[in-house]
């Protein structure tokens, strides 16, 4: 089943249930969706719309944007709003694949870098697309990165 489906299910599931909070945020997700989409055609990518990966990546940065803002309203003492913040990071990821562990993570670089035969820190490019390809969704780039480049350097 794919993401797109496993969504418009959850949404019916959740509309059925009267489950207000889940359905505001599955909403706000197709809404993310949708408009990626239109950008999408914009680029003249077709009339299907994006891929699974970038949709994966589009979840990943919601969620990223959601534990942002709960820290910030934790700081400034917005209790509510940060935990409602935090529900909607746990709605968002049950569509995520599990991230992968450090040590899943080294071994899947370590693994990369061998097939591609990257030897220097000019290949790190090479290292992170393909990375982005096969793991998007399972692993946080911002930590990947400076993993590559530790091991490429």
Do not use: C, H, W
Request: aromatic fraction near 2%.
């Amino acid at each position: 089943m794919s993401l797109r489906e496993r969504l418009n299910d959850a949404m019916k599931e959740a509309m059925k249930a009267r489950d207000s909070a889940r359905t505001s945020t599955l909403r706000l997700i197709s809404a993310a969706i949708k408009d990626r989409d239109i950008a999408a055609r914009g680029e003249g990518r077709g009339e299907e719309g994006v891929g699974e990966t970038e949709l994966l990546a589009l979840l990943g940065k919601l969620v990223k944007q959601r534990q942002e803002s709960a820290r910030i309203y934790e700081e400034g003492g917005r209790l509510e709003l940060a935990e409602k913040e935090l529900a909607e990071v746990r709605v968002i990821s049950e569509f995520l694949p599990r991230q992968m562990s450090d040590d899943e993570a080294a071994a899947v670089i370590d693994q990369t870098i061998a097939a591609l035969g990257a030897n220097s820190i000019r290949d790190m490019g090479r290292v992170m697309a393909e990375l982005k390809a096969n793991y998007t969704g399972q692993l946080d780039f911002a930590v990947i990165g400076a993993k590559i480049r530790e091991k490429l350097a």
